[in-house]
């Protein structure tokens, strides 16, 4: 039911967070939750959804119109109270788990006004969502100019040979399931679970995608990140960790680590954690990378405050014959999979670089001394 009236009268404790994420693991249902997000992705509002709370309010704009961020539509058609832009000082006005009280568009706590924002309706998405398909293709244009950018710094990410410790896990010769915090990737990871039991593939999870295997009952061989938003439980569960690093070899995620007395591996290297996870799989000799909630288009990026997919572009462009997506492999997977399906399959996992090539000399460019350097001329 959407959330309707300029009056509605909202009660419920107040929890707050400026990152959203972690925020949701403290939410409990009939909470309002606090946030500062501007341009709430989709996968935020799914798990504020999630757990049941009465409302939401933010102290940014929840969407500028810049490009079509979906969290505000999905809060909106998930009958969720919404106020955004009340700003900043709301955040010290009210305290962690105060009672509060929400009238049309104002904030109440201890009897006075503490806030005031504005109420999410139809006409406010309709205006930002028409502003955000003007503004698309200059985005675009940006986005792909940095992506090009980029692409020429990192491209020892293809040329050049991770460098990887010795894991106790095996990989070479296996499936390898990775698991993503993305969009929908708790419901496709339960879409495979047939594939899962039978195949019985290496799991691993990336950061917070590492929750979702736990609260399927399963168990991460590898647990791969950064570490910001994977639970401490989960982390205990696995049976490897591997902190991704930056390229000067610095981890801030190993002082978590070493607080839980756990013990872990350092890999640097550029790109995002679920490059590195790719790139693992690739390096260690999977028969057959299946990705789940993977970022791999446009606005996935751009919800993710990444102005480019270089290091993607170029890890898809080297693991692209062994990846494929979770969605498809679903429906595919009867009990045993055809392989000369899941060819068409990687066909599809190709098709972005293959877009990328067409609109851009200097990618056809790099793709033909790649193939060059494989022997492939």
């Given at each position: ?60 704009d929840i969407f500028t119109g810049k490009y ?23 955040f010290f006005l009210i305290p962690e788990g ?186 260690k000799k999977a028969e057959l990378i299946v ?87």
């Amino acid at each position: 039911m959407r959330p309707r009236g300029k009056g509605k009268i909202i009660q419920g404790v107040l929890k707050k967070d400026r990152k959203t994420k972690k925020l949701c693991k403290r939410l409990l249902p009939g909470d309002i939750a606090l946030i500062a997000h501007r341009d709430l992705d989709e996968l935020a509002a799914q798990e504020l959804v999630e757990k049941k709370i009465r409302a939401v309010i933010n102290a940014s704009d929840i969407f500028t119109g810049k490009y079509p961020a979906q969290g505000a539509k999905y809060l909106w058609e998930k009958g969720v109270y919404t106020l955004d832009d009340v700003g900043d000082k709301i955040f010290f006005l009210i305290p962690e788990g105060a009672m509060i009280r929400i009238e049309g568009n104002s904030i109440y706590y201890q009897g006075k006004k503490v806030g005031q924002g504005r109420v999410i309706r139809r006409e406010f998405l309709q205006h930002k969502i028409a502003l955000a398909e003007k503004n698309i293709n200059h985005q675009l244009d940006l986005f792909v100019q940095n992506t090009l950018d980029y692409v020429k710094k990192e491209k020892h990410l293809i040329l050049g040979k991770l460098e990887i410790p010795k894991l106790k896990t095996r990989l070479a010769g296996k499936h390898v399931l990775v698991v993503i915090r993305g969009k929908n990737y708790k419901q496709d990871l339960r879409l495979i679970r047939s594939y899962i039991k039978d195949v019985k593939p290496v799991l691993i999870g990336v950061d917070g995608g590492g929750d979702a295997l736990c609260e399927m009952g399963l168990k991460p061989h590898l647990i791969i990140g950064d570490m910001d938003s994977v639970a401490d439980t989960t982390l205990k569960t696995a049976d490897e960790i591997i902190v991704h690093a930056y390229r000067n070899g610095f981890a801030p995620g190993m002082a978590r680590v070493s607080r839980l007395g756990l013990k872990a591996q350092v890999i640097a290297a550029p790109g995002t954690s679920e490059d590195l996870a790719f790139l693992l799989s690739y390096e260690k000799k999977a028969e057959l990378i299946v990705a789940v909630g993977s970022h791999s288009h446009l606005l996935d990026f751009m919800e993710k405050g990444r102005k480019g997919m270089a290091s993607t572009f170029l890890v898809r462009l080297k693991v692209g014959h062994k990846l494929v997506d979770a969605k498809g492999l679903a429906h595919l997977y009867q009990g045993g999979i055809k392989w000369h399906h899941l060819t068409a399959l990687l066909a599809a996992a190709l098709f972005p670089i293959a877009v990328m090539a067409a609109f851009s000399p200097l990618v056809r460019h790099f793709l033909y001394l790649f193939s060059w350097k494989l022997g492939l001329h």
